[in-house]
């Protein structure tokens, strides 16, 4: 059962993932909590404007590390995270807490090696200064950050439930949802110097990539049998096209919006 503070930070850290994450149910709803926290954690080392390009890489190797031990404590993590707490948001202060406390811990390992794995490709995308020049750029990053979550997702959905999912539809699947948020955040990106559009693209362009991975997407939605799990990946999806929507239409999207997209699943008990 997510407490109080759980809850509470997943609204405070996604737009896209908060309503979908809360219409599973039981042990798979702390299980992909505790995922998606973790993730949150590391891409806000990655994108800090506050740390260097050296201490990013240091951060997310050093988290890496731990997660490939048999084990580790939260003085580790403490020794690592600790000088840096001045700048570090709240979500990866509490690190060890989505990594240990959280998860079941028959699956804490599955999360770690994902986890192991995404710090590494960011720190690698950290030390080539975010650098994306073409399409194969693109797709390496969405594969990097997004995609491979897709198929960890797919591994809990099997564990828990006996839902084999088809692993390319995954892969499209978070391609296109990580395409549609860099388009959507493209403006702040910029701001803080970074730009994951290849070179020459419009936001046109990063949309109809997106939308090109949309069937692929969709079918690995429609190969879930109804209930939670399929809640989850529709309410995904069905943000993503609200989101496409407005970017191309110049409306604005607000958290009201996005709710309102929730109000036509069924809350999960």
Known sequence: MLDTHVIETLKATSRTFFLPIMRLDGQLRDTVAAYYLANRALDQIEDHPDLSAATKTSLLRGVSRLLQQDSFS???????????????????????????????????????????????????????????????????????????????????????????????????????????????NHEDDLARGVDFFPADWSTDDMCRYARRHLPAAEAYTDSIPPGPIRDFCSLTLDIFHTTLSALQEGTPLDRATITALGERYAVAE
Do not use: K
């Open 74 to 184: 939260r003085r580790q993590i403490d020794q690592l995270l600790c000088p840096h707490h001045p700048h570090l948001e709240p979500v990866t202060r509490c690190f060890y807490e989505w990594t240990v406390q959280l998860p079941p811990s028959e699956v804490a390992p599955l999360l770690w090696d994902s986890l192991a794995a995404l710090a590494d490709r960011m720190a690698d995308w950290v030390e080539a200064d975010f650098r994306i020049d073409d399409e194969a750029d693109l797709d390496r990053y969405t594969f990097a950050v997004a995609s491979s979550i897709g198929l960890t997702l797919s591994d809990l959905w099997n564990r828990h439930a006996a839902i084999v999912t088809p692993l390319p539809g995954a892969v499209a699947f978070g391609r296109a949802v990580q395409a549609a948020n860099i388009a959507w």
